[in-house]
C-alpha cells in the first residue's frame, strides 16, 4: 500500500534514508536570509572604502569594532526576547541604570545603623551591577509572563522607570573622578580590566564574541533553546508539548537584563564617566540588529551569527557616514532607510520562496492527478 | 460514486435557467493536500441548496471559494452565466454573494445598525455617515425578518439566535442573492431554528438562493430543495429534497468507509489507565458548564471513542485532561496517580499526551522542522549536562518517523511541507516518542484522507495491544464504529449513553447524541431502513 501512495513526497525518500539534501537546501535559505545582510556589509565597506582612505584603517576599524561590540551584546539579549515573539524596550534605560549604580558603587556604600562606608571591591561593584539589570529584566518578565501583560507596554514602562531611578542615583551630577577608585579603599583597577585591550582587541570584543559563542550554544544544544524557538513559532502547541513556555518567557527578559548589565558597566568604563543619558536609543539599535540579521520580529526564526552581522552593518553604515563627511541629519535618513530596505528585502523574499512552495505543490498535485485519477487510499 | 456528477449534469440540464451560481469544475489544492478535485455545482434562485459531507470532505473549501475567501487551483465559477473572478469578500458581496459563518463575524461592542452597516456606511452628501437612514433601514429589515430587536441595541446584548438574524440582515442590506449559510443552528435553542426556517423560506420566496451547510441531518433535509453530498474531496451526489431521506444521506456521505474495520481486533485490556470520575468542567469565559459530571475509566489496551456534536463538550473534557483548562470539580487519576495541581508538562511525564483537534493552531511549530517537532515533547529524555546529545535526539526521530510512518524528505524537511495525513503523524509520534500510558486524540482523522486514517487507526490499534489506553474524538459515526472497543456518546456536557460497536447501529449513535431528532422520535423505523445500507 506504501507502493500506491498519493502523497507527493519526494519519491524514494524511505523515512529515516537520505537526511542531507533537504538539510542543506534549508541550510542555502539560511545563508542567503543571512548572506543579505553579510552582503549589505560587503557593499558598505566597499563603498566606504573607497570614498575615504581612513576608513580601512586598523585604528578606525578598532573603534568601529568596540561600538558595535556594545550594540551587538544588547542585541544578543534583544535576539533571544525577539524568537520568543516579544520585545524589550527597557535595555537602554537598563545600560544606564547599572552604569549608575556602578558609578554609586565607587562613591562608597553608606551602611545604615553604622557610621562606615564600604568600599565594595571591583568585582563585587561589577557583580551588583550586572544583577541589577538581571532583576530589571527579571521585573520585566514576571509581569509578561505571569501577569499577561503586552512586553511592549511593560518595558516601554520600565523604560521610563529605569531612566528615572538613572537620574535619581546620580542626581544631575556625572561621576567621573571616583572611577579609578583609590588604592587605599582597595576598590582600584577597574579601567585596568574593563578599558584593556588584551591581544589589541578592545575588552567589549571580546566580551562580544565570548556571548556570540555562550548564545549560540545556548540556542542550539541546549531545551532552553529549543524551547525558545518553538514558543515564538507557536506556543499553544509548545505549550500541550509540554514546554514551561512561562518560565522561558520569564528567562528571556532576565538574559536581556544581563546583556544590558554587562554593556552598562563595559560602557561606563569606556567613557570614563557614569552619565544619565548613558544608554539612550540603544534598544533601537539593538533591534535594528536583530531584523536586519533575518530575525522575524513575530518570533521563531533568527540566529547569533545573522543578529553580530546586523550590528556590523549598522555599524560599519554609521561610522563610515561619519567618516566622509554626511551631515548628522542624513546619517540618521539613511540608518532609517537601510532598516526597511532590509526588512522590506526579507519580506518579498519570504513572498517569492512562498510562491515557489505553492507553485510546486500544484505541480505535484497535477502529477499525482495523473498517475492516480481516482486516488484509492491505503486498504489497511 | 461515478454516478454523482453525472447526476448532476442531467438536473442542470433541465433547469438552466434557474442557476445563478455554477461552480464549474473548480478543484483547491493546500500544500500537497487536494481539498477539492474538480467539483460541478449549482445554486438555483429561490431554493435552498444543502451540503452534507463529514469533515474534511470539501464543503467549508468549496463555501470559501464560493464567497471569495479563497481563489481556486482549478475550474471556474460562472454568476448569472458569465464567468467572474472572486478576488475577496468584498467583491463577492457587491456581487450579491453573502456568507455566515458559524463563527458570528459580528463587532459585539457596536450596536445593531452599526454592525449591519460596517464597512458600506451610508453617507450624506457632506460626507458625514448618515445615521437616520441607516436606523430606517435596519428597523425595516428587522421587521422583514420579524425579530424585534432595536437598530441601538449592542450586538453584545443579543442572544445567539438573535446574532445570526442580524447576520442575515446585513446580507440582506447588501442585497445578498446568495446567502451561504455554515452551521447556522449550532448554537441555537429549538424555538430560535423554527425562526430561521421561516426566515430562510421567506427569503426564498422573494428569489434568494440559500446554500446551507450543517452537521444536523434532519433539519438539513427538513430545510432542502436540493441535496449535493461531498466525499474526500469530490461532489458525489445531487438529488432533490422529494426523493431523499437521512437513509439515502448517510449512505452517500459515508460511501466506502469501509476501508478499515478494527471491530474484530482482539480484546485483552489491563487495568484501568484513566479514571475519571465526575468530571465537571466550566467556560473560564462564559461561566458555561460545557463538561457535566462526567466518570469514565479507560483501561490499558482499550480504545474508547467519544462521540458528540460540536459543542457537546468532548474538546473542553480532553483540553482540560491534559491540563489546559481547570477541573472545576471531580477528579482524575492515571494509573494511581492524582492529576490535580499538575502542569501539562508533568501530566505528559506521567504518561498522559494529548493530540489536539486544531492540528494548525495547536499540534505543530510551524517554523520547525519535521525531526524538532517529533522531539519536542520528550525533548528532556535526550538531554545530558543540560545539553542535547543530538545522536540521541536524532536515533529517536528516526525511529519514530519510520514507527508511525511519516512520509517525508527527511528529518530535516520543514513540517509545513508534509500533507495534513502525515502531519497528523508527527503529532501522534511526538507524543508517543514520550511513552505515553494513555493518549488522547481529538478527531484525530480530521481532514486527511482515507487512506491516512486507515494507516492512524491500525497505528492506535497496534499500540493498544501494547498496552496503551487510547481515548479519542470523534464526530463520524462511521469512524466510531469501525475503530473501536467502546463508543461513548456525549450531548450537552454529558455522557449519555454508551454502545458496543460490535452490536450497535448508526442510528442508535446518532439519536443519542441528539444529531437525529425523528430518529430520536421514531427509533426504530429509521435504524431497520438506514443504517445496514450505509454500513455496507
Redesign the interface.
Known amino acids: 500500500?506504501?507502493t500506491t501512495?498519493?502523497?507527493?513526497?519526494?519519491a524514494g525518500?524511505g523515512?529515516?534514508?537520505?537526511?542531507?539534501?533537504?538539510?542543506r537546501s534549508?541550510n542555502l535559505n539560511a545563508v542567503l536570509v543571512e548572506g543579505r545582510a553579510l552582503i549589505a556589509l560587503v557593499i558598505i565597506i566597499a563603498i566606504f572604502a573607497v570614498m575615504s582612505d581612513n576608513y580601512l584603517t586598523a585604528g578606525n576599524l578598532t573603534t568601529i569594532t568596540k561600538q558595535v561590540a556594545f550594540n551587538a551584546i544588547v542585541a544578543l539579549g534583544m535576539l533571544v526576547v525577539i524568537l520568543n515573539g516579544g520585545i524589550d524596550l527597557s535595555v537602554g534605560s537598563t545600560v544606564g541604570l547599572t552604569g549608575a549604580v556602578a558609578g554609586n558603587l565607587f562613591r562608597g556604600l553608606d551602611l545604615p545603623l553604622t557610621e562606615a562606608i564600604m568600599f565594595p571591591k571591583v568585582w563585587v561593584i561589577v557583580l551588583i551591577a550586572v544583577g541589577v539589570g538581571m532583576l530589571v529584566g527579571w521585573l520585566n518578565g514576571l509581569l509578561i509572563s505571569r501577569l499577561n501583560l503586552a512586553p511592549f507596554i511593560v518595558t516601554l514602562g520600565m523604560l521610563y522607570v529605569a531612566r528615572g531611578l538613572t537620574e535619581v542615583l546620580l542626581n544631575g551630577q556625572n561621576i567621573t573622578n571616583e572611577l579609578s577608585g583609590e588604592a587605599a579603599l582597595g576598590n582600584t583597577g577597574f579601567f585596568e580590566t574593563f578599558a584593556s585591550r588584551p591581544l589589541g582587541l578592545p575588552i567589549s570584543a571580546w566580551v562580544m564574541i565570548i556571548f556570540a559563542i555562550l548564545f549560540s550554544i545556548l540556542l542550539t544544544?541546549?531545551?532552553f533553546g529549543?524551547?525558545l524557538?518553538?514558543t515564538?513559532?507557536?506556543e499553544?502547541?509548545?505549550?500541550?508539548?509540554?514546554?514551561?513556555v512561562k518560565r522561558v518567557q520569564t528567562r528571556i527578559y532576565v538574559l536581556a537584563g544581563l546583556c544590558a548589565g554587562v554593556v552598562g558597566v563595559l560602557q561606563v568604563a569606556n567613557i570614563s564617566s557614569s552619565t544619565a543619558d548613558l544608554g539612550q536609543f540603544y534598544e533601537l539599535n539593538a533591534i535594528a540588529a536583530v531584523v536586519i540579521g533575518g530575525a522575524a520580529l513575530s518570533g521563531?526564526?533568527g540566529t547569533v551569527r545573522g543578529t553580530i552581522i546586523g550590528a556590523f552593518v549598522i555599524g560599519f553604515l554609521a561610522n563610515g557616514l561619519v567618516i566622509v563627511g554626511v551631515s548628522p541629519f542624513w546619517q540618521k535618513v539613511i540608518t532609517g532607510a537601510v532598516i526597511i530596505l532590509a526588512v522590506a528585502v526579507d519580506q518579498i523574499q519570504q513572498m517569492i520562496q512562498k510562491r515557489r512552495?505553492a507553485r510546486k505543490?500544484?505541480a505535484?498535485?497535477k502529477q499525482?492527478n495523473r498517475q492516480s485519477p481516482t486516488?484509492?487510499?491505503?486498504?489497511? | 460514486m461515478t454516478a454523482g456528477p453525472a447526476v448532476a449534469a442531467d438536473l442542470s440540464s433541465t433547469l438552466d435557467d434557474d442557476v445563478v451560481l455554477r461552480a464549474v469544475n473548480i478543484s483547491k489544492t493546500y500544500g500537497v493536500t487536494r481539498a477539492l478535485k474538480g467539483v460541478n455545482f449549482e445554486v438555483r434562485r429561490g431554493k435552498v441548496t444543502v451540503l452534507f459531507g463529514e469533515n474534511g470532505a470539501g464543503k467549508s473549501t468549496l463555501m470559501k471559494i464560493l464567497s471569495g475567501v479563497e481563489s481556486p487551483t482549478g475550474g471556474h465559477l460562472e454568476l448569472d452565466g458569465e464567468v467572474v473572478s472572486l478576488g475577496s469578500t468584498t467583491d463577492a458581496v457587491e456581487r450579491g454573494i453573502s456568507i455566515i459563518h458559524q463563527e458570528l463575524n459580528l463587532c459585539p461592542n457596536l450596536n445593531v445598525r452599526d454592525n449591519i452597516f460596517i464597512g458600506r456606511e451610508l453617507l450624506k452628501r457632506t460626507g458625514a455617515v448618515d445615521y437616520a437612514r441607516e436606523r430606517d433601514i435596519t428597523q425595516q429589515l428587522m421587521e422583514r425578518l420579524e425579530e424585534p430587536i432595536r437598530p441601538s441595541t449592542l450586538v453584545q446584548d443579543l442572544r445567539v439566535g438573535q446574532q445570526q438574524i442580524v447576520e442575515i440582515a446585513r446580507a440582506l442590506a447588501a442585497d445578498a442573492r446568495i446567502l451561504i449559510m455554515d452551521e447556522p443552528t449550532s448554537a441555537l435553542s429549538a424555538s430560535e431554528v423554527e425562526v430561521l426556517f421561516k426566515v430562510i423560506r421567506d427569503l426564498t420566496a422573494n428569489g434568494v438562493a440559500i446554500v446551507y451547510i450543517s452537521h444536523h441531518l434532519e433539519e438539513a433535509i427538513e430545510i432542502a430543495d436540493y441535496a449535493v453530498v461531498f466525499r474526500d474531496g469530490d461532489l458525489v451526489a445531487t438529488e432533490k429534497a422529494e426523493n431523499i431521506d437521512l437513509g439515502w444521506v448517510v449512505r452517500q456521505m459515508v460511501g466506502r468507509e469501509a476501508d478499515y474495520d478494527f471491530r474484530d481486533e482482539p480484546r485483552n485490556y489491563g487495568d484501568v489507565a484513566l479514571s475519571i470520575q465526575g468530571v465537571t468542567v466550566a467556560e473560564p469565559e462564559t461561566g458555561r458548564v460545557a463538561v457535566n459530571n462526567v466518570s469514565l475509566d479507560v483501561h490499558a489496551g482499550e480504545i474508547v471513542c467519544v462521540y458528540g456534536l460540536m459543542g457537546a463538550g468532548r474538546t473542553e473534557l480532553m483540553e482540560a485532561l491534559a491540563g489546559r483548562d481547570e477541573i472545576s470539580g471531580g477528579r482524575v487519576l492515571l494509573g494511581t496517580d492524582d492529576l490535580a495541581g499538575r502542569n501539562i508538562a508533568e501530566r505528559i511525564a506521567l504518561g498522559l499526551g494529548l493530540v489536539p483537534e486544531d492540528r494548525q493552531r495547536d499540534g505543530l511549530i510551524q517554523m520547525m522542522t519535521v525531526g524538532k517537532n517529533l522531539s519536542l515533547p520528550s525533548l528532556l529524555s535526550s538531554v545530558k549536562n543540560q545539553f542535547i546529545v543530538r545522536k540521541t535526539e536524532r536515533d529517536n526521530i528516526a525511529r519514530e518517523i519510520a514507527d508511525v510512518r511519516v512520509k517525508t524528505a527527511g528529518p530535516g524537511a520543514l513540517i509545513t511541507s508534509l500533507s495534513g495525513g502525515n502531519q497528523q503523524k508527527v503529532v501522534i509520534g511526538k507524543m508517543l516518542l514520550t511513552s505515553p500510558k494513555v493518549l488522547m486524540l481529538d478527531e484525530p482523522t480530521r481532514g486527511i484522507d482515507v487512506g491516512a486514517k486507515g494507516e492512524i487507526f491500525s497505528l492506535l490499534f497496534r499500540e493498544a495491544s501494547k498496552g496503551l489506553a487510547v481515548l479519542y474524538v470523534t464526530s463520524e459515526v462511521g469512524e466510531a464504529i469501525t475503530a473501536s472497543h467502546r463508543i461513548i456518546v456525549m450531548s450537552k456536557g454529558r455522557i449519555v449513553q454508551e454502545f458496543d460497536p460490535r452490536t450497535c447501529t448508526r442510528d442508535e449513535i446518532m439519536a443519542a447524541s441528539g444529531e437525529s431528532d425523528v430518529a430520536s422520535a421514531a427509533p426504530g423505523e429509521h435504524a431497520a431502513s438506514h443504517s445496514n445500507g450505509a454500513l455496507q
Not at chain 1, 501512495?5 to 519526494?10: E, I, N, R, V, W
Not at chain 1, 499553544?236 to 514551561?244: D, E, K
Not at chain 1, 486516488?375 to 489497511?380: D, E, K, L, Q, R
Open positions: 500500500m506504501s501512495t498519493t502523497t507527493p513526497a519526494p525518500a523515512p529515516a534514508s537520505s537526511t542531507k539534501p533537504s538539510a534549508l544544544r541546549t531545551p529549543r524551547w524557538y518553538a515564538g513559532s507557536n499553544r502547541a509548545a505549550q500541550l508539548s509540554g514546554v514551561p521563531g526564526r512552495v505543490a500544484v505535484n498535485a499525482a486516488p484509492t487510499g491505503a486498504n489497511a
